[in-house]
């Protein structure tokens, strides 16, 4: 069985069609890329995965570990091993992001019928990982995000991978807003996190990411459908040629 | 016509209350005059409605409709039952001053252990010492509202404080307010005198034993604030579910002090706090915040009126307001700035939380400055809850509800945190958590 099954997938935003039939499998293990222009229909995707209100989904279906994935509400496919890392992870003032953490994590464990962590335990392993990340330990004290830079908010999204331990990431575009050194922390926090049961799905429209994260399918999205798929090397074909071939194609 | 606005919804003239009340009322002589003028004042006016300004959000004609007869004296069944109240709101270490039904009751207060530096005594024994030619001085104040008329003339106890010049007191004086007695009402009047220098924290709190049924409570309490004093002041207003609650706070504040005041309104059909705070004296920190938590058909309203009577004060005014249901809240801030008060710097921002369609917030910001040297601002939203943030929350595994509930504790935060005691912050948002897992 596959981890995830994304089949004749067909979503509407507000009367639009966005996605026509997008068809998509992930295995356990497995990192996958998904690369297109702007507008083709990549966060859509994402979105819909992780189950973000307003939109409407007209056809098709998503099976993650053989369940029906568009039938539970976000909390449950959070607590069933689905993580989204947001291209632009909200500032919530006034909810410590420790406090935030801990009830996040306790409420994943509750939803599997797992006891809560312990204080002690808890701490300590976000320290670790805090630290892992170059995370100082001041802004776990902090709102979620509130003053938090570009990357900082990214490696909190990470941070966030790391405690969670989902089973499948999807990264909707890590690498925007970010520079060179922030990309790189960003990037081998998720590396270290690249397992056998563990897949990823990176959303980027540029290749240079997938310098850091090397993937090993990469997906070409144009117009709501994935029109190729390939290796690795597909990534730098792109990169050569642009998208402009494949706007033709879909 | 003035007459007819006096009279109860029963028909009984509320002059029959005060006549009937008269006889159980403390102080002869010139006190009884004193109540005599205020209650007139207060017919001349009858309750207030929203063709009075101040009053236009919260119209007591609807709202309340009626004055009850006072509450008898507690017996001992009243007692035991409030005695349960009181255990179950006591702040730790604090010396509690006990009032059941408008009554001071010794057997639960803390009378005999009050820390050095404190003394006590009840409103009623003040007006009754003839000794005391300035008693009737007690129910006086300079304001016309009719509410504080209506308390200077049927008040039937209260606490007169005074805290020594330079007394640092490490325990907080608590007054408990338990209403016991069905469809009748308590008025008090309470004093509080805090020395030059000195240090002190209040809790008040409002609330009903189990079984009390509308009820309705109308306290005053005034305060003065010496040079170089400090208070802190945290007001619960968690009286039984159909109570009516209006209650008026006057402070007169000295040099070089500080008042740090909060109050939340979370029980109560309705409730009103209005505050009244003259800045007297150059160099003081005001800071007076409030949290409404409403669902059901509550109506909870704010009333603040900051006078900068001199320059170099600040003024700083936190609110927040999460309505649910039905509910009504009401903010209205006042700040005057007389045209000697330089340097004032003062700030208020009001937010309400709308979580129902049918709830309703009304924000009234008032400045009103003669000063041309100042920095002064108010800021006012009312909104709901941010969806990106719920995903965001729901998307890490938090249920809607657990989502909402940790928003919302944020959004009072912003009020919560600028209470100065660490015991008590923690004590009120543990109140505000209990009132977000009702909701569930």
């Known amino acids: 069985m596959s981890l995830l099954e994304v089949k004749n997938l067909q979503v509407r935003v507000e009367e639009r069609e966005i996605l026509h039939g997008l068809t998509l499998t992930v295995n356990a293990g497995e990192v996958h890329a998904i690369m297109g222009p702007n507008g083709s229909g990549k966060s859509t995707l994402s979105h819909v995965i992780a189950g973000k209100p307003g939109y409407e989904v007209t056809g098709g279906e998503i099976l993650f570990k053989g369940e029906d994935l568009l039938a539970m509400p976000p909390d449950e496919r959070a607590a069933k091993g689905v993580f989204l890392a947001f291209q632009y992870p909200v500032e919530i003032p006034g909810v410590a992001t420790m406090t935030f953490l801990r009830t996040a994590l306790n409420a994943q464990r509750k939803a599997r019928g797992e006891g809560e962590y312990s204080t002690p335990d808890f701490l300590k392993k976000v320290r670790e990982v805090a630290s892992s990340l170059n995370i100082p330990q001041d802004m776990l004290r902090r709102g979620v995000n509130v003053g938090f830079s570009g990357g900082e908010k990214k490696r909190n999204e990470v941070l966030q991978m790391a405690l969670f331990q989902p089973s499948l990431c999807i990264l909707d575009e890590m690498d925007s807003g970010l520079d060179i050194d922030a990309l790189r922390v960003a990037a081998d926090g998720v590396n270290a996190l690249r397992t056998p049961e563990r897949a990823m799905v990176v959303i980027t429209h540029y290749q240079r990411l997938l310098d850091y994260i090397v993937p090993d399918i990469v997906h070409v999205m144009s117009k709501g459908r994935v029109v190729k798929s390939g290796g690795k090397e597909l990534a730098l074909e792109l990169e050569a040629s642009g998208y402009a071939q494949f706007e033709d194609a879909a | ?440």
């Not at chain 2, 009181?86 to 010396?95: G, I, K, M, P, Y």
């Not at chain 2, 941010?386 to 890490?396: N, Q, W």
């Open chain 2, 1 to 440: 016509m003035n007459l007819v606005l006096a009279k109860t919804e029963t028909g009984k003239a509320l002059s029959d209350i005060f006549a009937i009340a008269r006889n159980r009322l403390p102080g002869a002589g010139k006190v009884a005059g004193v109540r005599q003028q205020a209650f007139e004042a207060y017919e001349r006016a009858g309750l207030p409605n929203r063709r009075v300004e101040e009053w236009k959000y919260t119209d007591l004609r609807v709202l309340m409709r009626e004055v009850l007869p006072l509450a008898a004296a507690p017996d001992a069944v009243a007692l035991k039952r409030a005695r349960v109240a009181v255990q179950l709101h006591a702040v730790e270490d604090a010396s509690k001053l006990v009032l059941v039904d408008g009554v001071l009751v010794p057997e639960l207060s803390d009378l005999t252990k009050l820390e050095a530096g404190v003394s006590v005594k009840t409103l009623r024994a003040t007006l009754e010492d003839a000794s005391n030619d300035a008693r009737s001085d007690l129910l006086l104040t300079d304001t016309t509202d009719a509410m504080i008329s209506l308390n200077a003339a049927l008040a039937t106890d209260g606490v007169v404080i005074g805290i020594a010049d330079g007394a640092a007191l490490s325990r907080p004086i608590q007054i408990i307010h338990v209403a016991t007695a069905p469809s009748a009402s308590a008025f008090t009047r309470s004093y509080l005198k805090v020395g030059h220098g000195a240090r002190a924290t209040l809790v008040e709190n409002f609330v009903a034993a189990d079984g009390a049924r509308s009820h309705q409570v109308n306290d005053a309490v005034i305060v003065w604030i010496g040079d170089g004093a400090d208070l802190s002041q945290v007001r619960l207003m968690d009286d039984g579910t159909d109570a009516v609650n209006i209650t008026s706070g006057i402070f007169t504040v000295g040099a070089k002090a500080k008042l740090n005041l909060f109050n939340m309104f979370s029980g109560g059909a309705v409730g009103r706090f209005q505050g009244f705070v003259t800045l007297n004296g150059e160099g003081t920190e005001l800071s007076i915040n409030g949290v409404n938590l409403l669902r059901g058909k509550q109506h909870g309203d704010m009333t603040l009126v900051v006078d900068h009577a001199v320059p170099n004060c600040v003024s700083r005014e936190i609110f927040r307001a999460v309505v649910d249901d039905r509910a009504h809240s009401v903010f209205q801030g006042r700040i005057n700035v007389r045209p000697k008060a330089q340097k004032t710097d003062a700030r208020m921002m009001t937010r309400a939380l709308l979580l129902s369609d049918e709830a309703e917030a009304d924000n009234k910001p008032e400045l009103e400055i003669f000063a041309d040297d100042v920095a002064c601002g108010h800021g006012a939203t009312t909104g709901a809850l941010d969806d990106s943030l719920l995903f965001y929350l729901r998307a890490r595994g938090l249920s809607e509800n657990e989502a909402q509930a940790l928003l919302i504790q944020a959004f009072v935060g912003e009020a919560i945190e600028q209470i100065a005691s660490d015991a008590l912050r923690e004590q009120v948002t543990a109140t505000a958590q209990r009132w977000l897992e009702a909701r569930r």
